[in-house]
């Protein structure tokens, strides 16, 4: 059972306009949500992440909403450029427990 | 700063073999784990460790073992591989692993025959 669950695989967006990726989650107990970005051959790098405690936190272009009543967050990246061209993948975990469960990932392509 | 390192970056073995993933990190963290990437499952969680000398299991440990004998080195034993286990492995590390961000390696790739 998927518990971290990204429903897109994919998205193309034009450079200059805005990036939605989407992540639903079904444990309730999740308190501390974050996404990666990954390139081939290469491991995930850290991009955002937000507590249950809030429900937006922005880094430059990157914005992370969390919608604690529906189980889901979105990356919001404004403006997109072609180098965000990437698989993102959202990870949610339960404080304590040390274990991060992390979602199939989502294929941005933005096209120049 | 080397951040997070792992060898070997590409293995083939054949079913039965075992062997050891080697993960090292230099930046002096306590907590990390071990993930596997398979094709639309995402990352899941093999093993972790909090520090030396503490390792707990994740999501799918079968077939795996751990140990943590420094705070630098996190080896990965696959006991005796399948052709399941072909998947690509990433190590990661971060200072307090409960809420800090993660610094991944950047991989192994396996293929068990």
């Given at each position: 059972?998927?518990?971290?669950?990204?429903?897109?695989p994919?998205l193309?967006?034009?450079?200059?306009?805005i990036?939605?990726?989407n992540?639903?989650?079904?444990?309730?107990?999740?308190?501390?949500?974050?996404?990666y970005?990954?390139?081939?051959?290469e491991?995930?790098?850290?991009?955002?992440?937000?507590?249950?405690?809030?429900?937006?936190?922005?880094?430059?272009?990157?914005?992370v909403?969390?919608?604690?009543?529906?189980?889901?967050l979105?990356?919001h990246?404004?403006?997109?450029?072609?180098?965000d061209?990437?698989?993102?993948f959202?990870a949610a975990?339960?404080?304590?427990t040390?274990?991060y469960i992390?979602?199939?990932?989502?294929?941005?392509k933005?096209?120049a | 700063?080397?951040g997070?390192?792992?060898?070997p970056?590409?293995?083939?073995?054949?079913?039965?073999?075992s062997?050891?993933?080697q993960c090292?990190?230099?930046?002096?963290?306590?907590?990390?784990?071990?993930?596997r990437?398979?094709?639309?499952?995402?990352?899941?969680?093999?093993?972790?460790s909090v520090?030396?000398?503490?390792?707990?299991?994740?999501?799918v440990?079968?077939?795996?073992?751990?140990?943590?004998?420094t705070?630098?080195?996190?080896?990965?034993?696959?006991?005796s591989a399948?052709?399941?286990?072909?998947s690509?492995?990433?190590?990661?590390?971060?200072?307090?692993g409960?809420?800090?961000?993660?610094?991944?390696?950047?991989?192994?790739?396996?293929?068990?025959?």
């Amino acid at each position: 059972d998927q518990q971290v669950k990204q429903n897109s695989p994919s998205l193309s967006v034009q450079e200059g306009r805005i990036s939605i990726l989407n992540c639903d989650y079904t444990n309730s107990m999740f308190d501390y949500f974050l996404w990666y970005k990954k390139y081939p051959a290469e491991g995930p790098t850290f991009l955002i992440s937000i507590s249950s405690i809030k429900d937006k936190n922005e880094d430059g272009r990157f914005t992370v909403f969390l919608n604690k009543s529906a189980k889901h967050l979105s990356l919001h990246i404004v403006p997109s450029q072609p180098g965000d061209s990437a698989v993102y993948f959202c990870a949610a975990s339960v404080r304590g427990t040390y274990k991060y469960i992390f979602g199939t990932g989502t294929r941005l392509k933005v096209l120049a | 700063n080397a951040g997070v390192t792992q060898t070997p970056k590409f293995q083939v073995l054949k079913t039965g073999q075992s062997m050891t993933l080697q993960c090292a990190q230099d930046m002096n963290h306590e907590y990390m784990s071990w993930y596997r990437q398979d094709p639309g499952m995402g990352l899941r969680l093999i093993h972790y460790s909090v520090g030396a000398g503490i390792t707990d299991q994740g999501e799918v440990p079968n077939g795996y073992n751990v140990s943590r004998s420094t705070t630098e080195d996190f080896p990965l034993r696959l006991l005796s591989a399948a052709p399941s286990q072909t998947s690509v492995y990433f190590c990661a590390s971060s200072y307090q692993g409960e809420s800090d961000t993660q610094y991944f390696g950047p991989g192994t790739r396996l293929t068990v025959l």
